[in-house]
């Protein structure tokens, strides 16, 4: 090899490393623009993304999951539609959005004879299309002691949301458990 060839080669690299070099600052300096300019847009689309894409047995197993959190009626409510119908079949519905959370508010409250809380232990869940079923065991947390009560809940969803509401359980097994 002769020192003609060693230059060209030795150019040849340099050209090729400033080449590199030019390409990825400019790949970085793009990515870091694109994430600071799209940061704040991108994320609500991912969140609507999220909400379209979630099947019906997510949305539900959020549902019963942020009754577990502990969270308070008015943000189990907007889980629901505006119009949407929630009833424990013994009882009468509630029709609703604002309702439900009311409802929800009226029997879990602090303090006797109030419910302190409720976990919902999801045993069985099934869907057809945006209809969900639900065999729970629901765990009710009282200020001095804590009973399960047998459940089987069906979900209408609609969006994203819960349209309906209807859970089926023994009022008489529930009624002697609060006592």
Not at 87 to 105: D, F, K
Request: net charge neutral; aromatic share 8%.
């Amino acid at each position: 090899m002769d020192d003609k060839d060693l230059d060209s080669r030795t150019e040849m690299s340099h050209s090729r490393r400033k080449f590199l070099y030019a390409v990825g600052s400019a790949g970085i300096v793009l990515a870091a623009g694109r994430a600071l300019m799209g940061a704040e847009r991108s994320a609500p689309k991912i969140d609507h993304r999220r909400s379209q894409m979630e099947s019906p047995i997510d949305v539900v197993r959020r549902f019963c999951a942020a009754w577990s959190d502990n969270i308070g009626a008015a943000e189990l409510a907007a889980f629901f539609t505006d119009d949407a119908v929630y009833q424990n079949i013994p009882l009468a519905p509630v029709t609703g959005r604002e309702a439900i959370a009311n409802n929800i508010a009226s029997f879990i409250r602090p303090g006797a004879p109030g419910i302190e809380g409720i976990q919902f232990r999801v045993i069985n869940i099934a869907a057809n299309g945006p209809v969900v079923m639900t065999e729970r065991v629901d765990v009710f947390k009282l200020p001095d002691k804590s009973f399960e009560l047998p459940v089987m809940g069906t979900f209408e969803v609609r969006n994203g949301k819960i349209s309906a509401w209807r859970d089926y359980f023994d009022m008489n097994q529930f009624s002697s458990r609060m006592g």
